[in-house]
């Protein structure tokens, strides 16, 4: 068996989580699941109950969303109008509501039908495709940015995932993504209680390194690679707590999820 991110074939481990096997890379510190399922699937994201609450869910983090929208308009030169962009795994398309505020143009693909309905509902004329990412073929212009919040953990083959992002931009355009981190504080400190350790969802999870390898594989250059901590539904003190905690654990790489900005080269 080799790494399924860097390809090293030495000291790979092992531990068990939920009767499945979670392998460990000494080298990149990534971790995969063993067996991979034979095809990819989203029972976590189905059902009118499940919909109706991630929804309620994602309202709540519309200044979450609108810190990573921030993060994206910085680098590409401060706030403008017509700003193409793609989300990946839109959900309920709440940040494509606050993206569309700022005048952007926002199309997205959502894997589950019933998340993408919702999507619809909430931003009217905008092009919302369901099906996946790693089968989604570039029409037309490319993307100035693209952003991947919390997806790249729940796909069969992330190498092709970003291979598919990279061909969507535009020369120049931007990937902010997000995912959650093998090398955080909690990771380090919960072991196999880690809440990130869901095998029958999570079949990769990255460390720094890992996602570093993933990206500049497929030739991104990385802009910037930061953590983050929270939810981001906090509000008042706790809002404040999560934000100390943030900065103080983002310093080591410590935060529970990588956020990363890559670019791709002209």
Known sequence: MICRICTNGKGLGNFTVQDRM?????MCRCMFVDPYPAREDNPAF?????????????????????????????RLGGPRKGVRLLEVGCGAG???????HRGWMTDAVELSAEMAARARVNNPGAKIRTGDIQDLEPQGP?????????????????????ENCRELLEPGGLLLLQTPNTRSFRAR????????LEPAQHLNLFSPDALRVL????????????????????????????GLKESVLGVLYLGNALVVVARRPH
């Open 22 to 26: 979670y392998v460990t890379c000494p």
């Open 46 to 74: 189905q059902g009118a109950e499940t919909v109706a609450r991630l929804e309620q869910a994602d309202e709540m983090r519309r200044p979450y969303f609108n810190k990573r929208l921030d993060r994206l308009e910085n």
């Open 94 to 100: 709440i940040l494509m509501q606050e993206a569309g």
């Open 142 to 162: 490319g993307y100035e940015a693209l952003i991947c919040l919390d997806v790249l953990e729940h796909v069969l083959s992330p190498l092709t995932m970003v």
């Open 189 to 196: 400190t919960q072991g196999a209680k880690w809440e990130m």
């Open 215 to 242: 990206l500049t594989t497929v030739g991104f250059d990385i802009l910037e690679m930061t953590t983050a901590s929270g939810t981001g539904r906090e509000k008042g003190a706790a809002a404040w707590l999560a």
